[in-house]
């Protein structure tokens, strides 16, 4: 009996590699399940039209019986299905074109995830640029006071300068790294130590930014070396005095003192 050729794909008979079920692989694999029911379905129907065709074949020659010997051999055609081969092929193509469908319908899906998670991502992407150009205005503003607070008698020429080369540095990542990754006091040390200028570290530790990173324990050298230079509260030194003993005597001590 001959069997029915397959129309396969490379890779025909093996699962996609394991992976975390999330939503797309979860629909990458039904696709593969309906790649291979649809692969199944034609694969059928091309069975069924070669048994069709062999049946209505009344050709001379291929009517010729076959001679073997003495003994006469007619060759049967392959049997894939038994009983009425059209209503047969009508239901696998019409199973073969509903899997195709749904196939279609699952793509669709799978691009409309891809749609949300780049959404998602541009998303994601401009938050972050956003944020770190609020950081960026934030550093170049710090830097614009320390200067003039500096150069308060300098040119204005000199100043403008100096606030360029910082504004230069700051969109240079070759300089500097990554903004987001570094709390804005490092950015300050850095530019300041590059610029040659020497900010009030215990002026810009009274600032709102200043006093989060360093209650967040992430604030540079200088301005956390301000904060354990600093005085303890008042209440701590009161809880820290020694409390000298009392000497007066307590009433009933007194009344004992002074009974015969």
Request: net charge negative; with cysteine.
């Amino acid at each position: 009996m001959t069997h029915p050729t397959t129309v396969s794909n490379p890779g025909e008979g093996q699962a996609p590699a394991e992976a975390p079920e999330t939503a797309r692989a979860l629909i990458e694999r039904q696709l593969w399940v309906l790649g291979r029911l649809a692969e199944v379905g034609l694969n059928v129907a091309l069975a069924i039209e070669r048994q069709v065709m062999a049946a209505a074949d009344d050709g001379p020659e291929d009517s010729m019986p076959e001679t073997v010997g003495p003994q006469t051999v007619r060759p049967a055609p392959v049997q894939v299905v038994q009983g009425d081969l059209a209503l047969a092929y009508g239901r696998v193509s019409r199973a073969v074109r509903l899997t195709l469908a749904l196939q279609a319908r699952v793509i669709k899906d799978l691009q409309a995830l891809d749609e949300r998670d780049d959404r998602h991502r541009a998303g994601a992407r401009a938050a972050r640029q956003q944020h770190e150009a609020a950081r960026k205005a934030r550093v170049e503003r710090i830097v614009e006071r320390v200067i003039h607070a500096e150069l308060a008698d300098a040119e204005q020429d000199v100043v403008d300068r100096l606030a360029e080369q910082a504004y230069e540095r700051l969109d240079d990542d070759d300089i500097y790294g990554e903004l987001m990754a570094r709390p804005v006091s490092e950015t300050i040390v850095r530019i300041c130590r590059d610029l040659g200028l020497s900010p009030d570290w215990s002026r810009l530790a009274e600032e709102a930014w200043a006093q989060a990173e360093i209650d967040a324990g992430v604030a540079a050298s200088p301005l956390m070396a301000l904060k354990w230079a600093d005085p303890p509260p008042p209440a701590a030194v009161c809880a820290a005095a020694p409390v000298a003993p009392s000497t007066r005597a307590s009433p009933r001590a007194a009344a004992r003192a002074a009974s015969p």
